[in-house]
């Protein structure tokens, strides 16, 4: 059973850092990829960064580029996102998905499978 289970949101302050993990189980960790999307209330989910497990190749959305890593330690059967600079906008439930393919860009959700059950990022102004 694929099993992804997301931590380290939390409340910061503009311009602050938080690291969120997503630690993936039931699955060959290195023949998927693994996105991490958000959703603020009333908006749509969106697709903020993409890894290819098998090789590390990453992509952005342009709204994060520059200020979000994406990263994984396969030894650990886990991704990271990195998220610095911090705006109030990026508050937003964020989850891991994981696809048996490499990255697509654009990042759609629709090109899941596997859904973690998210964890809250709140930037205060």
């Known amino acids: 059973e694929v099993q992804l289970v997301e931590s380290g949101g939390g409340l910061v302050q503009t311009g602050g850092s938080l690291r969120l993990s997503c630690a993936a189980s039931?699955?060959?960790?290195?023949?998927?990829?693994v996105g991490w999307f958000r959703q603020a209330p009333g908006k749509e989910r969106e697709g903020v960064s993409c890894?290819?497990?098998?090789?590390?190749?990453?992509y952005y959305a342009d709204s994060v580029k520059g200020r979000f890593t994406a990263s994984s330690d396969n030894a650990k059967n886990t991704v990271y996102l990195e998220m610095n600079s911090l705006k109030p906008e990026d508050t937003a439930v964020y989850y891991c998905?994981?696809?048996?393919?490499?990255?697509?860009?654009?990042?759609?959700?629709?090109?899941?499978?596997?859904w973690g059950q998210g964890t809250q990022v709140t930037v205060s102004s």
């Open positions: 998905a994981a696809e048996p393919h490499i990255c697509r860009h654009p990042i759609g959700p629709l090109d899941y499978d596997y």
């Open positions: 890894i290819t497990l098998g090789d590390g190749s990453t």
């Open positions: 039931g699955f060959t960790f290195d023949a998927y990829a």
